[in-house]
């Protein structure tokens, strides 16, 4: 495997991943661009035997991730700036309106759970891992895994319905 295929196959993957766990679109790509020219300075390094591509890409990615955490404090907080970011300055229609409000209600309840409820919750819906996956890559049992996505997803079900 080529490092060019394994970046064709996994960039969205990682870039979403990375966006689910930063707010910004701007830091998601600057964290994306790490954990790339990380990959691309450590490919020589890479053991198959050891596990698959995507599995050592994404531990670069938790890796990356702790680190803008560390670099940014516990808890970073949202600028206010950034509650109006928008991909394009023109008017958006009112489902896209919707659809935006929804994500960010979702961001925000993702924000709310713990690191490690967030970092799982990401790998698997953001990157599309399954819970075996996530199991090997975080050192967890599978189904500790599933146990712990079980009630990341009852505590964000109760979060977006204002229960929380």
């Known amino acids: 495997m080529e490092f060019a295929e394994l970046y064709d196959r996994c960039f969205d993957r990682v870039y979403n991943y990375v966006r689910y766990r930063v707010r910004l679109a701007a830091e998601a790509d600057d964290v994306t661009g790490r954990v790339f020219e990380a990959a691309l300075g450590g490919f020589g390094k890479f053991d198959p035997s050891r596990g698959t591509g995507e599995a050592w890409l994404f531990g670069i990615a938790r890796n990356a991730l702790a680190d803008w955490g560390r670099g940014r404090g516990r808890r970073a907080e949202l600028p206010l700036e950034a509650a109006a970011e928008r991909e394009d300055a023109g008017p958006r229609p009112e489902a896209a309106a919707e659809s935006a409000e929804r994500r960010e ?29 996530i199991a090997a ?9 599933g146990v712990i996505l079980y009630r990341a997803i009852k505590k964000l079900q109760a979060s977006l319905e204002g229960r929380v």
Do not use: H, W
Request: glycine content about 10%; hydrophobic content about 40%.
């Open 137 to 145: 890559l975080t050192g967890l049992g599978e189904s500790n895994v």
């Open 105 to 133: 209600r979702l961001l925000e309840a993702v924000a709310g759970l713990d690191e490690r409820s967030r970092d799982i919750v990401a790998l698997k819906f953001s990157s599309g891992m399954n819970n075996r996956e």
